[in-house]
Structures are given as structure tokens and as C-alpha cells.
């Protein structure tokens, strides 16, 4: 990076904001977080726990194809959106970090996590953050914690995180219930979140967001979250399956409706289109008790078939379709 143009970046992301002392304004978002990046993937993603509402709208950023920023404690939430200017610019986490760290002057109550798609890491826990606090880096992750009962936390998560097999998203939450397990924030528990990008843009911002959950006030955030990340991947199945339907290709699409039955197996929807994939494939005797079942739990469902024939997402004949609607 030229000395010149990382003067000038400096200079232009270095607002009033950076400038003035702390703000009793700013959130007390006492937490724990995790950024990491899967190797394999190259998706990044950052995770979040607090006693604080909506967590997850002021601790977590990220930008495919940049990286994904944490910034907690005394929270100066313009560190996520700058912090991901900058590394887009080129300047290294480490770089990026200091640039607004040395332009703060409340930056000893900051903590701050960067990472970008390199898996590269920069973290900062401010000689003010209200004990027990700190920090632990690793190869492609960083975990830091502020205000936590037990000083066990962040080595805690960074272990869970290191022994974990599974996706990006797996890794985090265990990592996250690690926290828990050391008894997390002193204060109790109250909203989570994660997000995940994707290593490389498309260039389309819809495509870029691998996962973006949230958890708002919840007496058990990290379980909620689970719930969530669970019923996530059941409809990303859904998703897929309706792209294949689309294509015409029914054997994917039914092998993808029943992946995703077996993670919310209760969700009546999903059901339903799994039925639907099967009437296209002209397996009538096997989609006609599901459908029944599902007709006699809400008739509205036998009313959206017939719509179906028109936008023909159902391919069946007249009187195929009035022997349906007769189940």
C-alpha cells in the first residue's frame, strides 16, 4: 500500500466520530463474537452473543469478497462499514484496525475483531473494556469476549472452534456455545446473531449473503439461533429444489424437498411441494395421501393447486386436476 494513498485513506474515513471522546450514546454492548473464515469455502462469517437487544444490528458487518468486522464493548458501530472500506481498498485487517484505532480517542473502551478473505486477522480489546476481557487469534478466526463472569471464555471458543469438523456456521455456534458453557456474560443472555459471506463477490449483493440470522430478545438466544440455522438449511434446500423444479430437472428437485423434510419434517409446506414435485413426475398413488393430510389441515392448500395449473408449476390435466382437488 502507498504510504500516500493509506495517508489519504486514513484521512478520509476519519470522521468526527473518530475524533471525540467516549459517549454515554453509545451501546453497552457487553458480548462475545467470533469472526472466522473456512479455508475450503472461503466463506467469512462473524457471530455474536449479548445481553443487549438486537445485537446484531451494531456488532455485525461483512461484504463478500472483503471480509466481515465485530465491533463491541463501548460500540462505535462506524467500525463496520469503514473497517470494510478500508480492507476493500487493500489495507490489511491490521492496517485498517489501526487506522480507526489511532483516530479514536475512546478507542480503550473499543473491542474490535477484523478479517478479511485472506483470513488474515487484526483484534483490539481496549485497556478500559470491563474485565473479564480479551481476546485469542488463530489461523483464519479470531474469538474475543468483554464483561464475561469467567476469564476462561475466549480460549474456550477458540478451542471449540479449532476442534470442530463441519461448515463455517457449525464451527461458529459451537464456538458460541463454548461461551455459554463458561457461563458467557456476567449480565445473563438476551440476542445473537451470524452472518455469513461469501469468500468471492458475484457482483449481485442477493447472491453474496450466505446466512444473516438474528435473534432479537430471546431467554435462550444461542438455542434460538441453532433453531434458526436449522430451519435456514432446510429452506436453502427448498430454494435449490424449486431452482431444479424450475429447470424442469423433478428428480433433484425431489431428492432436495426431501432433505430439506428431514430437518423440519412439521413445516406443511414443505410437504406440499414435495407432493407437487410428485404429481409432476405422474406419481399420483404416492403424492395423494400426502396431499390429503395436508387438505385436511388447511383447505387453502387445495385452492393454491389449482393456481399452480395456471402458472404451470403443475403440469396435469383437467380432469388430473379435479381428481387431486377431490382428495
Known amino acids: 500500500m502507498n504510504k500516500y494513498l493509506l495517508l489519504f485513506l486514513v484521512l478520509l474515513f476519519s470522521e468526527t466520530t473518530f475524533s471525540q471522546s467516549y459517549k454515554k450514546s453509545e451501546p453497552f454492548t457487553h458480548t462475545y463474537s467470533i469472526v472466522a473464515r473456512d479455508s475450503v469455502t472461503g466463506e467469512m462469517g462473524v457471530a455474536v452473543q449479548s445481553h443487549w437487544f438486537s445485537v446484531g444490528s451494531i456488532v455485525t458487518y461483512g461484504k463478500a469478497g472483503v471480509g466481515v468486522v465485530a465491533t463491541q464493548s463501548l460500540v462505535n458501530p462506524s467500525y463496520g462499514p469503514k473497517g470494510l472500506a478500508l480492507m476493500a481498498e487493500g489495507l490489511s485487517p491490521e492496517q485498517a484496525l489501526k487506522a480507526l484505532l489511532d483516530n479514536d480517542s475512546g478507542q480503550m473502551y473499543r473491542q474490535v475483531a477484523f478479517l478479511n478473505h485472506k483470513g488474515e486477522v487484526a483484534t483490539h480489546t481496549g485497556s478500559l473494556c470491563i474485565a473479564e476481557a480479551g481476546h485469542r487469534k488463530g489461523n483464519n478466526f479470531s474469538v474475543q469476549a468483554n464483561m464475561m463472569l469467567n476469564n476462561t471464555v475466549w480460549n474456550a471458543m477458540a478451542e471449540a472452534f479449532e476442534s470442530t469438523k463441519g461448515t463455517l456456521a457449525e464451527r461458529m455456534l459451537t464456538a458460541m456455545k463454548a461461551a455459554e ?88 409446506e414443505m410437504q406440499y411441494w414435495y407432493a407437487i414435485n410428485l404429481l409432476n413426475n405422474k406419481q399420483f398413488e404416492k403424492a395423494e395421501p400426502i396431499l390429503k393430510s395436508i387438505f385436511k389441515k388447511n383447505k387453502d392448500w387445495k385452492t393454491l393447486t389449482s393456481r399452480l395449473v395456471v402458472s404451470k408449476l403443475l403440469t396435469v390435466s383437467s380432469e388430473e386436476l379435479q381428481q387431486i382437488l377431490s382428495w
Open 181 to 268: 458453557n463458561e457461563q458467557g456474560d456476567i449480565r445473563g443472555k438476551q440476542s445473537a446473531a451470524i452472518l455469513i459471506v461469501k469468500g468471492m463477490s458475484t457482483g449481485n449483493s442477493w447472491e453474496d449473503t450466505v446466512m444473516d440470522l438474528r435473534v432479537e430478545d430471546h431467554e435462550n438466544p444461542i438455542q434460538e439461533l441453532e433453531r434458526l440455522m436449522k430451519i435456514h438449511k432446510a429452506y436453502d434446500f427448498m430454494n435449490k429444489g424449486d431452482v431444479a423444479m424450475e429447470h424442469g430437472n423433478s428428480a433433484e428437485a425431489e431428492m432436495l424437498y426431501m432433505k430439506a423434510q428431514e430437518l423440519f419434517p412439521e413445516n406443511l
